[in-house]
């Protein structure tokens, strides 16, 4: 496994869920840690957490889709750190509805947060990145890759996420061969996504007939922030135990 001593990555959604995973896992291989959302008493918890168990994390109050607070961040960043290895794009929101039911509003809240923030954070540390040989790994998800069974009222969330692969399909030819980009996809995860905590609903729903442990997700988006991805760009990676086989 890589050593990430001295890097310094960058989680957007880091107080919670897969973000918060992989802040914990970075932070135990060396790398110095800042964790980015808008839930002051989660991103507290963490950095505790974190902390606690010998690690370098330091929690940013900020909501992504605003461009004061990215701008604030990236200050913050060049500051503090001086430098970006890693940056996971991760913060994301679910919004579903019928077509019937589907607002302006919710659909640009979606793209504003699982899009336009993307592009955004992308535009703010690409200078940071490139410095650094970096890297940037987007959190999307199998449902910009799959259509799913007759009835799912995904449709914000799920072109949002197809939106976010190809951005980082453009990315990583873009910014080749300074900072390498590429995109991870998981299935069905246990975590503070969905309101709905009833996650029996999903059992059957991959091959391996569980949802994912954050942890799981979080130990291939370290191994894709890490050198020991040093020949990927532009890969788009499915972590679903299965789901897409259906
Ligand atoms: N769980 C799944 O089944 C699943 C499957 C595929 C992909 N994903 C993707 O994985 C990513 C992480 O989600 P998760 O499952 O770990 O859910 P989660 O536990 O709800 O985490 C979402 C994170 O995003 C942050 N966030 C949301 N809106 C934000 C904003 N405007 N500004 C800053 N931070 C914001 C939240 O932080 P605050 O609340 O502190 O703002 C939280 O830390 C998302 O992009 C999601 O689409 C999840």
Same mark, same amino acid.
């Given at each position: 496994?890589? &050593? ?32 980015? @959302? ?26 992504? !889709? ?23 794009? =991760? ?5 579903? @509805? !019928? ?14 947060? =699982? ?8 535009? !703010?540390? #690409? ?7 970096? /890297? ?14 007759? @009835? ?11 939106? =976010? ?21 998981? @299935? ?18 991959? #091959?391996?007939?569980? #949802? ?9 988006? /370290?191994?894709?922030?890490? &050198? ?19």
């Amino acid at each position: 496994m890589s &050593d990430f001593t001295r890097k310094i990555a960058l989680i957007t959604g880091g107080t919670s869920g897969i973000g918060g995973a992989t802040s914990i896992l970075l932070a135990r291989t060396g790398a110095e840690v800042i964790i980015v @959302g808008r839930n002051q008493e989660r991103g507290l918890e963490q950095e505790n957490f974190v902390i606690a168990e010998g690690g370098q994390i330091k929690f940013f109050h900020a909501d992504v !889709s605003n461009l004061d607070d990215i701008e604030n961040f990236r200050l913050f960043v060049e500051k503090e750190y001086g430098r970006l290895d890693m940056l996971f794009k =991760n913060a994301g929101i679910l919004l579903t @509805g !019928s077509l019937e039911e589907l607002t302006d509003e919710e659909w640009d809240r979606s793209y504003d947060v =699982n899009v336009k923030a993307v592009m955004h954070m992308c535009k !703010s540390f #690409m200078p940071l990145l490139k410095k650094s040989k970096g /890297v940037v790994l987007n959190n999307a998800s199998i449902n910009g890759l799959h259509s799913y069974i007759k @009835g799912r009222r995904s449709y914000m969330y799920a072109t949002s996420k197809a939106a =976010n692969i190809q951005l980082t399909k453009y990315l990583a030819k873009n910014y080749a061969p300074y900072v390498r980009v590429n995109a991870i996809c998981p @299935g069905m995860t246990e975590t503070n996504l969905f309101t709905n905590r009833d996650f029996s609903r999903f059992k059957d729903v991959n #091959m391996l007939g569980r #949802m994912a442990d954050p942890m799981e997700i979080a130990k291939v988006a /370290v191994f894709l922030l890490s &050198d020991d991805s040093s020949f990927m760009t532009g890969s788009v990676v499915v972590v679903d135990g299965g789901e897409t086989l259906k």
